[in-house]
Structures are given as structure tokens and as C-alpha cells.
């Protein structure tokens, strides 16, 4: 689950510790410096995980890092596990370069994530077009770089989806048959239970969130506002919209069936 901010990550991991889930805080690359740089994030993350007794695994990771260099950047500080966006190079380029993160990643145990095609809609200000997943692609780009989860863009799509979403089952159920390594699916948000579970199914081990949780806290932020006009405390203001960043992290968890998945995980 992506964080926009101090309270997304107090939501979050609440929402974790409740339902016993593993769960990994995406940092996405076009938010790091607005959130205060890589290692302010790390810290931060990390020192509320401490403050708020945590039990349950936490991954830091950098989503859709927008070069070599800041994904290293956020290896050296400390991230566990990063994703290279090549998606909008050639697939030799993209192997190249996510080749070079996997290496350096790989030295300093940091998990590396490469993506094939491109995810569309907007996330975080870009705006981009979808491109499906050449399935050769997918299969090189694995077998090239080494690393260790793969998102292939297969219709879904940042942001609102504007009509409904439509994913590549069939393209998934040869790409997962074709390659050995755990599937990450981006743009969740908006796509239906019934199909995020099938994507589960059919190999995915990471669901990227963010719009639905960023759509809970702005309602809530909104109507408390309305509610009483002469609010000014920002507790009062805030309190309501963590509690609802939560409650969707939760239920998000649920449908996922990530929840009390703590146990297994550490024995894996
Ligand atoms: P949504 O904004 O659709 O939830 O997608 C999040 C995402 O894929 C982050 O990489």
C-alpha cells in the first residue's frame, strides 16, 4: 500500500497489526522528496513501527523508481526492496538497466522488481497510456536481470479507471506458466474483488494500492469539514480520515486474504 504522508503510514500499519497481515509501505519515486527525501521515509517508517510496537513484517519499498540512481539511493539507505520502471524503454534498455539494479540490489539483499509494458492512467501527477505485456518480454526480462517479482501491465491502470477494467486473464495464465517468479499487479484500486482474486490466483503475490485508500481519506476529510464548519484543531480534522485509511487498509487486507497470513509468513 502506497503513503502520501505521516498518517497513511500510521493507518497502514494499524490496519496490518489488526488483521496479523505482512505488509509492504510503498514509497512511490515522483513522491519522495514532497515526503521528505529516502532516508527521512525510511526513518520515519521504521520509528513508527517502534513506536507503535508492530509485530508483524513491514517491507519498505520504492515504487516505480524513476532511475539506476534512485534506486540505489534507496538501496544505500536502507529500502528492502525496490521496483525499476523501465517501462517506457525498449525492452533491451529496460533489461540493461533493471539488470544493473538487480546487481547492486542483490549485493545488499534488497528485493528487485522489474515491470514489462506500461500501466496506464495517472498516478501522482504522470499521465501515461497503456501497453500490454509482450509475453517474450516478460520472459526475458526475468531470465536476463534475475529478479524477483515481475509486473507485466495487463490492462489495469493508475488512478479512476474510466469505464471498466479489463485484464489480460489469458495473457496472465501463459505469462504466469512461463515465468518463476511472483507477480505484481498495480492500479488495484477500482478493479472488482472477483477479479483481483482471480489475479491472485493466476500468480500475483503483490497488489499495489493507493487511489482507493487516498478516495477513503479525502471523503472522510471532506464530510468531517462540512460537519462543523468552525472546526480549526487538526486533530479533531484529522483523526477521522486516519480511522478511514485504516478501516480501508483493513478491508482491503481481507479481500486480498492476507490477513493472519503473519505465522506463514515468517516460516517462508
Ligand atoms: P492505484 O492508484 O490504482 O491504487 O494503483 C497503485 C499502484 O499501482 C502503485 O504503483
Not at 223 to 252: G, H, R, V, Y
Request: hydrophobic content about 35%.
Amino acid at each position: 500500500m502506497n503513503i502520501n504522508g505521516l498518517i497513511w503510514i500510521e493507518g497502514v500499519l494499524k490496519a496490518a497489526e489488526n488483521q496479523q497481515s505482512p505488509i509492504i509501505i510503498g514509497t512511490t519515486d515522483k513522491n519522495i522528496e514532497y515526503l521528505g527525501g529516502y532516508q527521512f521515509i525510511l526513518n520515519t517508517i521504521k520509528n513508527k513501527i517502534q513506536a507503535m510496537e508492530i509485530t508483524v513484517p513491514v517491507l519498505i519499498h520504492l515504487d516505480h523508481g524513476l532511475s539506476v540512481e534512485n534506486c540505489k539511493r534507496a538501496i544505500d539507505v536502507g529500502y528492502d526492496s525496490v521496483m525499476f520502471d523501465g517501462s517506457q524503454l525498449s525492452i533491451e534498455e529496460n533489461i540493461k538497466q533493471t539488470k544493473k539494479v538487480v546487481e547492486y540490489g542483490h549485493q545488499k539483499g534488497v528485493l528487485v522488481e522489474g515491470e514489462v509494458g506500461a500501466v496506464g492512467g495517472e498516478e501522482d501527477g504522470l499521465i501515461g497510456q497503456v501497453r500490454y505485456a509482450d509475453i517474450n518480454e516478460c520472459v526475458a526480462l526475468v531470465k536476463e536481470t534475475q529478479l524477483d517479482t515481475l509486473a507485466p501491465a495487463l490492462g489495469s491502470v493508475h488512478g479512476k479507471y474510466q469505464g471498466e477494467p479489463n485484464l489480460g486473464f489469458e495473457e496472465m495464465k501463459i505469462i504466469r506458466n512461463k515465468v518463476d517468479v511472483p507477480l505484481v499487479l498495480h492500479g488495484a484500486s477500482g478493479i472488482s474483488n472477483y477479479d483481483l482474486q482471480r489475479a491472485i490466483k493466476l500468480g500475483h503475490a503483490k497488489i499495489n494500492f493507493n487511489t482507493e485508500i487516498n478516495m477513503s481519506w479525502t471523503k472522510k476529510l471532506r464530510d468531517t469539514l462540512e460537519d462543523d464548519k468552525d472546526l480549526f484543531n487538526p486533530q479533531k480534522i484529522l483523526k477521522p480520515s486516519i480511522q478511514a485509511i485504516e478501516q480501508t487498509a483493513e478491508k482491503i487486507i481481507k479481500m486480498c486474504g492476507s490477513n493472519n497470513q503473519n505465522e506463514v509468513f515468517i516460516q517462508n
